[in-house]
């Protein structure tokens, strides 16, 4: 849940709250009790199974935070709204409960004549089919509005949404059009993750004998270490399938719309979703199953269990993927044994792999820093990975590493939280870090360091770039000050940080950071100005003359 308000002194909170505390001991004395608005409403979030509440408070939304933590509703006070929201929508996809949004606005009677805050507002409510934000407006009388306690009626939580299936007649052709296709290939999305089809997805594979490629946040439904998994020939993969089924995954940008040339023209698309108005965003797909995710590859399954099938694992599709992994793959580590004064993004991720606890919880943002951490750093487990997503939102990372975390320590599973920043995706939300130490967070933070927004200058060019001319008329506006030092915000605020500029460093500093469980840490990690991916075969989306 995120909340919105103004921010108030903590002195002011603590008066409120003695104040609350003791208004609300005097009105259990009385005969016809009393409760206020801001109890109505942290109970009826209670009711609802609200497990977590993000935000920063102010007049009159805090009298709902404080009313929340009296009624064991784990308040979290961040130091950006934006933040906020990003850890409560983490939460609710980690959790699979809906994100709900309160913001307190004008009073009622203050409507229309330009009040404090007052803006239009409206509800929106998707707890059914797919999952989506909630926003609750409450005007700020309400929240002090004193009702009797016993003409309150608090609406019960609501049901699990019904799973849905598809119709038989069209999981009958998506089965006949599997078995007939000459290069097949299945794409796990996000959607996958959250319908917890991991079981019946990894089946189909390994019955089936099928290859498959995760999205970002589709990675770990089946581990991506999984023989069938080919995410390390993910062009080749997509540019040459004759059918592709998509499992809760959005021909969107990720998916670069299932558009040629990234696309056979004549591929055929099965898409299975549980939004209808999902299903032929921009191709129009050979099949269709809506229907809950996990439910459909049940009903996938048993096709395949009434009739057995396999993909051929010696046909020659097969042996194209696999050529095509091993020649990237040594591409990839090639780059990270290369030898320099810095390290580049290779070398990082692949030293930072070596230790990564195979539960932990990885969390990453950023331009290079996203993309490349992706194919190196591996997830094992479904719902383990948070990334930038959909929108591709900067400004995610710590929110999202702080609401892993936060659920990690209430519910003692004793995971650890890998939070991978570019130093520019890092700027968005790094105050957060004191949110991080304030509740001490069993969060690593790693920020790639580059001096800038995908490429930067070292300290020798800035400075003699500053010697000529202004910086507003020369400096790059790509580039920050050089080596500037990221791990001394987390120091200041009582953690722990490193600056580290070569493998060994950066190995040394990770093992110590993972060891110790009783503090936060940063690992500043500085790489060549100038690094970048390895060469593509197709060119961004959005093309730049630079």
């Given amino acids: 849940m995120g909340l919105q308000g103004d921010p108030v002194s903590a002195c002011c909170r603590l008066r409120e709250w003695k104040m609350s505390e003791s208004n609300f ?26 497990e977590f509440m993000f935000g920063i408070v102010g007049i009159p939304v805090f009298e709902i935070a404080f009313a929340a933590q009296r009624l064991g509703i784990r308040y979290i006070g961040m130091r950006n709204e934006q933040a906020a929201c990003y850890a409560a929508s983490a939460v609710g996809y980690l959790t699979g409960r809906p994100l709900i949004v309160i913001g307190g606005s004008s009073e009622r009677s203050q409507e229309t004549m330009g009040a404090f805050q007052e803006f239009p507002q409206a509800v929106r409510c998707s707890i059914y089919g797919r999952p989506g934000a909630c926003y609750v407006d409450i005007p700020a009388d309400f929240v002090n509005l004193q ?3 016993n003409s309150v009626k608090y609406v019960e939580c609501c049901m699990p949404p019904p799973v849905s299936m598809a119709e038989t007649s069209a999981v009958q052709l998506a089965a006949s059009v599997i078995r007939n296709a000459k290069q097949p290939l299945l794409i796990i999305g996000k959607g996958a993750a959250y319908a ?16 498959f ?22 062009s080749r993969a997509l540019q040459f399938a004759d059918v592709i089924v998509l499992f ?44 809950d995710i996990n439910a459909v590859t049940k009903q996938l399954l048993e096709q395949f269990d ?11 599709w097969w042996k194209t993927l696999r050529e095509k992994m091993k020649s990237n793959e040594a591409a990839s580590k090639e780059l990270a044994s290369k030898k320099s004064p810095l390290m580049n993004y290779y070398t990082v991720f692949f030293c930072v792999q070596e230790q990564l606890p195979r539960d932990c919880i990885v969390v990453s943002e950023g331009a290079n820093t996203m ?32 609401a892993a975390a936060v659920v990690v320590k209430a519910r003692h599973l004793g995971q650890r939280v890998i939070c991978v920043e570019g130093d520019s995706a890092f700027g968005f939300s790094g105050m957060e ?6 509740y001490n967070l069993p969060i690593v933070l790693l920020v790639v360091n580059n001096n800038g927004i995908y490429q930067g200058l070292d300290a020798d060019t800035w400075n003699e770039m500053l010697n000529a001319r202004d910086a507003t008329v020369v400096a790059p506006p790509s580039c920050f000050l050089p080596n500037l030092h990221y791990e001394q915000i987390m120091t200041a605020f009582g953690g722990k940080g490193y600056f580290v500029q070569t493998p060994e460093e950066l190995q040394e500093s990770l093992k110590q950071s993972l060891a110790d469980t009783t503090k936060p840490s940063l690992i500043n990690i500085m790489i060549e100005t100038q690094a970048m991916r390895k060469a593509q075969d197709f060119q961004w989306l959005t093309r730049s003359n630079m």
Wanted: glycine share 8%; hydrophobic share 35%; proline share 8%.
């Fill in 433 to 438: 870090v004191e949110t991080i130490c304030r």
């Fill in 25 to 50: 001991a005097e009105r259990s004395d009385t005969s016809e009790e009393k409760v206020s608005g801001a109890t109505v409403i942290a109970q009826a979030l209670k009711t609802q199974n609200v």
């Fill in 371 to 402: 993309d490349i951490g992706r194919t190196v750093l591996e997830n094992y487990l479904p719902r383990h990975r948070l990334d930038a997503g959909t929108f591709g939102t900067m400004g995610v990372g710590l929110g999202f590493a702080i």
């Fill in 213 to 234: 490629l995760p999205t970002p946040m589709g990675k770990g439904v089946i581990p991506d270490n999984h023989p069938n998994c080919v995410r390390a020939a993910r």
């Fill in 248 to 291: 809760g995954a959005r021909l969107n940008w990720i998916l670069h719309f299932g558009f040629p040339p990234r696309y056979r023209p004549d591929v055929k698309f099965i898409q299975i979703d549980i939004c209808a108005e999902e299903l032929g965003n921009n191709v129009r797909p050979s099949v269709t199953l809506l229907g």
């Fill in 196 to 211: 917890h089809a991991e079981e019946g997805i990894r089946k189909l594979v390994e019955q089936c004998k099928l290859p």
């Fill in 306 to 316: 009434k009739t057995p099938w396999q993909y051929p694992p010696e046909s020659q």
């Fill in 147 to 149: 009702v009797n306690v």
